[in-house]
């Protein structure tokens, strides 16, 4: 029989732990096969079959914090949290084009952002890191810059969003007035009312609050929970791109955000 190792907060899963794991799934009709306390391939495919009855638990074989909450052998579904061994000499590491002034003074509001929605495990810290470092190398939130896939030849400043339906504008002057902003460069009135309305602060009647630092650590925070499953199973497929297109819709950054990730996985 094939045996896996289940590490869960660092220490391995084994004996006992993984009996009450195999029987809980049992008792709820993802058989593993024989009790017998060994984590094994069956121990794997019920776990990964449960988490997929779910809907909305991460599909990776592993009982984690989420997965055994959801099973009752837990109280606790919290992820183990990384965001007290972030500094600001581990992201200028990650991010070494970035000012380490503009990360010593934006880093928290980032981290906070996080913490509010519970994004505190080490994929999700890092894939906010990463983010940054594809949309705002510079580590603080800005105005998008004009461009030809935002302005016309000779046409006002972001005209080629004016009457964008499918970000929610109305005709001018809402490309300029809900142009990219912040750490992400949130675009579109319909992106800032659904994001404000959420983090509770009004952007579609104040757009320019996008680039408050707390306020752009809020928005940040709240576009990845939003897709924090399909992240991660990006992520431990090793699929940047997929990741990477779960915000920015592209690959646009792509090579920064990688190299980001990647720095960070060893020094976090």
Request: charged residues 25%; aromatic residues 6%.
């Amino acid at each position: 029989m094939r045996t896996l190792e289940l590490i869960l907060d660092g220490e391995l899963m084994q004996g006992d732990d993984v009996k009450a794991l195999q029987q809980a799934l049992a008792d709820r009709g993802f058989s593993p096969g024989r009790i017998d306390s060994v984590f094994g391939a069956a121990t794997d495919a019920a776990v990964r079959a449960f988490q997929r009855s779910e809907g909305d638990l991460l599909v990776d074989g592993q009982a984690g914090p989420r997965t055994r909450a959801r099973l009752g052998l837990a109280r606790d579904a919290a992820l183990p949290s990384v965001a007290d061994e972030v500094t600001p000499l581990i992201v200028a590491r990650m991010l070494p084009d970035a000012p380490i002034d503009n990360i010593k003074a934006n880093l928290g509001s980032v981290l906070d952002g996080l913490r509010h929605f519970g994004l505190t495990d080490k994929t999700m810290v890092l894939m906010a890191l990463a983010t940054i470092a594809a949309e705002t190398a510079g580590f603080e939130p800005l105005d998008e810059f004009r461009s030809r896939f935002n302005t016309s030849p000779g046409g006002h400043p972001f005209d080629l969003y004016d009457n964008r339906r499918d970000l929610g504008n109305r005709g001018a002057p809402d490309g300029a007035r809900y142009k990219g902003r912040g750490y992400i460069q949130l675009t579109g009135r319909s992106n800032y009312g659904v994001i404000g309305a959420t983090i509770g602060v009004d952007l579609e009647g104040h757009p320019d609050r996008a680039n408050e630092a707390a306020t752009a650590g809020l928005i940040l925070a709240c576009y990845l929970k939003d897709r924090e499953l399909k992240i991660k199973s990006a992520i431990i497929e090793r699929d940047f791109a997929r990741a990477r297109r779960q915000v920015n819709g592209g690959t646009h950054g792509l090579g920064n955000f990688q190299t980001a990730y990647l720095r960070g996985e060893k020094l976090i």
